[in-house]
């Protein structure tokens, strides 16, 4: 924990804990994410990713422990001035009935409304930068309904950025799009860490994490095994123990970071299918 | 301007938003549908005034007795169910926000059926003193029952409306167990107050769900931008900022306090609070509140009408019309919508 990328944290937690039915899912974790960084959490469904973003967000304050964001205790912040400087897109929000595009981007700007001001010209401002960015221009008067699932994940991306934060939490922005939509997402939260502000993402595809990451986080049953910058942290090991995962690491022919093959042949027994003599 | 959905006014730094035209058009069709529905209501039935007759009376220059009828009987009578049928439509559709269930009203979770177990109790054992306290009493101990199933942060969950759906069940079971108790004239008077009645009406009533309207409407429209917030889940209305526990809490007292108002001047109407809010979101999420409570104030309204026209129907308690009405109409449109969706996805491609 004494290595230069911790220096300058913007949101730590120390010594979270969760529970849930009786269930520890978060079990006493520290986490440090870097400023102007973008961070990945892995780990197996159930890990307590989704619970660790909602933990760093204060939608679901934590059993024990606390989350600084700035140097400020987060729990101690109003619940609107956490939002102007730390936003979340959990991994299913709800559609309203029958709302457009603009309607639902311009939610976003809630944080810095009141009822005195209840629509600024830098609302306005930040709504339609939000459009521009995330290219829905042109379908703002568009039933959010009637598009696609990667336009409808853009629309709830360009709700988070009208909110205007320095710190982004994305559960699973890319599942249940089509790789080309993922794409399309993970080169926009590129972007956005260009432009200086932090992510944090929780992703399933391993490949993809370690092209985009600066940082990763490896979650295991509500604790973290390891952190580090992809290159450094990745190898068959860690994925054995992260993932019960046989996979060799070759280097990606393209980006030049590392990237994981699964073997063949190594859940067989999983489902207690024997192999039938001469298959194969 | 942001577009043609809603019109901006700003001085300095403060700025107000509003849904121009949906408001412009609820305030047209509102008043048009008020107007209208208190007209037939007071020009309709036996003992109505014919208009010539009514302006007469309004303006104090018809008989004592037309007088001492629209004044004392049938103008009371029609704003009361204007007001219960508003209380009633925006409690509904509050209910429906906060369990994010379309069937969370209050009559669903047992606040009707603990008010009739409550009256019928009372018409038993206390049956000198006026029965809307016995039914306030049986509304005050469900929700007192429902309780502990409020979640921390003040939400409706799921379990909770299936406990209101039991606590129902068990109400519904005190109600007929007393009712093979009493005398046929006894079970009479009880099964005519059970429906939900609005015969005998004074200005009591009126005043009383004026206040509580004057109280928890403008309260409730205050926390509606919050309330709009939390259709997009609760995760995401608490990222963005929106305190859960205090938007959840508050509104559902002031639903509440309107359910009981309801309970306390007309008895246990049905299914009022259940349909307002599903004909009202029809037509968007803009201003759903208001037009939920317009809606049920209409349909209240006219119900009643309709009780004292029909033939035979003037002794017909007036929940037992609603019911009628909003349940066939709720099951038409639920069904004309199932059969659309399925030539949708009958159709190729």
């Known amino acids: 924990m004494t290595s230069d990328i911790y220096s300058d944290c913007i949101l730590q937690g120390r010594g979270l804990h969760l529970h849930y039915a009786g269930r520890a899912v978060i079990a006493g974790l520290d986490i440090y994410i870097p400023r102007g960084q973008l961070t990945v959490v892995l780990g197996t469904n159930g890990c307590g990713k989704s619970s660790l973003l909602k933990i760093l967000s204060q939608v679901l304050p934590p059993s024990k422990g606390q989350v600084m964001l700035d140097g400020k205790v987060l729990a101690d912040m109003g619940s609107k001035e956490r939002a102007r400087q730390l936003a979340l897109l959990v991994q299913k929000p709800e559609l309203p009935d029958g709302i457009d595009v603009q309607e639902l981007v311009s939610r976003g700007r809630y944080p810095h409304q009141s009822l005195w001001r209840q629509w600024s010209e830098d609302d306005e401002y930040a709504v339609a930068q939000a459009l521009v960015a995330t290219g829905l221009t042109d379908m703002a008067r568009r039933e959010v309904s009637s598009l696609s699932g990667g336009q409808q994940q853009r629309v709830w991306l360009a709700l988070v950025l009208a909110q205007q934060t320095e710190v982004l939490l994305l559960d699973e922005p890319t599942s249940f799009l089509d790789i080309r939509a993922q794409l399309s997402v993970m080169d926009f939260c590129r972007a956005l860490r260009l432009q200086g502000r932090t992510l944090v993402l929780v992703l399933h595809d391993i490949n993809q994490a370690l092209r985009y990451a600066d940082h990763l986080l490896l979650m295991r049953e509500g604790r973290i095994l390891a952190q580090g910058a992809p290159e450094a942290l990745i190898c068959e090991q860690v994925l054995k123990d992260v993932f019960d995962l046989d996979a060799c690491i070759i280097q990606d022919p393209e980006a030049g970071c590392p990237m994981l093959i699964p073997r063949v042949d190594q859940y067989d027994h999983a489902w207690g299918v024997t192999q039938q003599p001469g298959y194969k | ?349």
Not at chain 2, 102 to 121: F, Q, R, T, Y
Not at chain 2, 158 to 178: E, H
């Open chain 2, 1 to 349: 301007m942001i577009g043609p959905r809603f019109s901006v006014w700003r001085w300095g730094s403060f700025t107000l938003r509003a849904p121009a035209p949906a408001a412009l058009q609820t305030a047209v069709v509102g008043t048009f549908g008020v107007l209208l529905a208190l007209m037939l209501s007071l020009t309709l039935g036996e003992s109505g005034l014919s208009p010539a007759r009514l302006i007469q009376a309004l303006r104090g220059e018809a008989e004592p007795y037309e007088q001492w009828l629209l004044w004392q009987s049938r103008l009371p009578r029609a704003l009361c169910a204007l007001g219960v049928g508003t209380a009633l439509g925006v409690a509904g559709a509050v209910f429906q926000s906060l369990s994010r269930n379309p069937l969370g009203s209050p009559d669903i979770i047992g606040i009707n059926a603990g008010a009739s177990a409550g009256a019928v109790l009372w018409l038993l054992f206390l049956p000198g003193l006026s029965v809307a306290w016995g039914a306030l009493a049986g509304a005050v101990c469900v929700l007192l029952l429902l309780l502990p199933g409020l979640g921390p942060q003040g939400q409706l969950s799921r379990s909770l409306v299936l406990m209101g759906v039991a606590i129902n069940a068990f109400a519904i079971a005190v109600v007929q167990f007393a009712l093979t108790l009493v005398q046929r004239e006894q079970a009479q008077q009880m099964l005519g107050y059970l429906a939900g009645g609005l015969v005998h009406r004074d200005w009591q009533q009126v005043a009383l769900i004026g206040l509580i309207l004057a109280v928890a409407l403008p309260g409730l429209l205050l926390l509606s931008r919050r309330l709009g917030l939390l259709a997009l889940g609760r995760d995401m209305a608490s990222s963005l900022g929106n305190p859960l526990r205090s938007t959840q809490l508050t509104a559902l007292i002031l639903a509440t306090v309107l359910a009981l108002g309801a309970v306390l001047c007309a008895g246990p109407v049905a299914f009022v609070a259940l349909v307002a809010p599903h004909l009202a979101r029809r037509r968007g999420q803009q201003l759903a509140l208001l037009r939920s409570g317009l809606i049920g104030a209409l349909l209240l309204l006219s119900a009643d009408t309709l009780t004292l026209t029909l033939p035979g129907t003037q002794r017909l308690p007036v929940g037992v019309l609603t019911a009628m009405l909003g349940g066939a109409y709720l099951a038409w449109i639920l069904f004309a919508e199932l059969l659309r969706r399925k030539t949708k996805q009958q159709m190729p491609g």
